[in-house]
């Protein structure tokens, strides 16, 4: 089974940034699509960014113009989010996602914690 490893969550004032990698344990094939999705405390998990082996995107509306979701070049089982601009609103754990031949899996999450 793939694994996925996270990093780069954070605490960060109001109108900073921050950029979360998601590292898939496997180079033998490339996941369909990766994605960050995030859950608030109280709340459902929500999607924030997917983007497909072709390069398709979709954000969340509430993220869009401020984060960016990209995949490395060389090694695309491995994503980023770039996240601008961010709000005591984005504050949650942030959960990478893959998909690969139907199945998905998850990440372990990284705390984001956004400061007014």
């Known amino acids: 089974q793939v694994q996925l490893v996270e990093s780069g969550g954070g605490l960060v004032q109001a109108g900073g940034s921050l950029r979360l990698s998601c590292a898939a344990s496997t180079r033998i094939f490339t996941v369909d699509t990766m994605g960050w999705y995030r859950q608030a405390p109280g709340k459902q998990r929500e999607l924030v960014a997917t983007?497909?082996?072709?390069?398709?995107?979709?954000y969340a509306d509430s993220v869009k113009g401020r984060f960016t979701i990209s995949r490395d070049n060389t090694n695309k089982n491995t994503a980023y989010l770039q996240m601008n601009s961010l709000k005591p609103d984005d504050t949650a754990v942030y959960y990478c996602n893959a998909v690969y031949w139907g199945v998905g899996t998850w990440g372990q999450g990284t705390q984001v914690t956004v400061s007014s």
């Open positions: 983007m497909t082996s072709g390069g398709m995107t979709d």
